[in-house]
């Protein structure tokens, strides 16, 4: 029974094909397919236009990722040289500060060893007034140099004291 009801089914199916018409559109076809044509053609176009745009913008995005970085580098390049810079200026800072301290030990060494001095050459070379040479005139005499015999401050000392109790 199976095969005579498979047979029947293709037998049907046969027929409805044969009974399908198609409708005969040749020349609208032909019509339609020139416009689909065109159509394809500006896509394939457009396409081409959009792929091209594509790369374009990946290149711009390439560029702009690449000078990003770039910029960054360059920043951090900067902070680092800022850094760096603060630190040579403490540095200097500090160096200024301790060369302040030798100063100030050095004048102070310089100005107790010339009241020695002073007091020491009271004794010893009467002919001279050493009163009225102060550490700053000598050390004025240094360090303008040239002949010590011209110098205003020696000259005062080369003077003998007037007595005025007469």
Request: glycine letters at 4%; one cysteine or more; charged letters at 30%.
């Amino acid at each position: 029974m199976s095969t005579s009801s498979g047979a029947n089914n293709t037998i049907e199916d046969d027929k409805l094909e044969s009974q399908v018409l198609f409708p005969h559109f040749s020349g609208k076809l032909d019509q339609n397919s020139r416009p689909i044509n065109s159509w394809h053609e500006k896509c394939v176009e457009d396409e081409a236009i959009l792929a091209d745009l594509n790369i374009r913008v990946n290149k711009a995005f390439s560029q702009k990722n690449k000078y990003l970085k770039l910029s960054q580098k360059r920043k951090l390049k900067a902070e680092e040289l800022d850094t760096v810079m603060n630190d040579e200026m403490k540095g200097c800072l500090m160096n200024h500060m301790r060369c302040e301290e030798h100063h100030s030990e050095l004048e102070l060494a310089f100005n107790e060893g010339f009241n020695k001095f002073r007091a020491f050459a009271a004794t010893t070379h009467t002919s001279y007034d050493w009163n009225c040479v102060s550490p700053d005139a000598v050390r004025e005499i240094l360090d303008d140099g040239g002949d010590m015999n011209e110098h205003k401050h020696v000259k005062a000392a080369r003077k003998k004291p007037t007595d005025t109790t007469k």
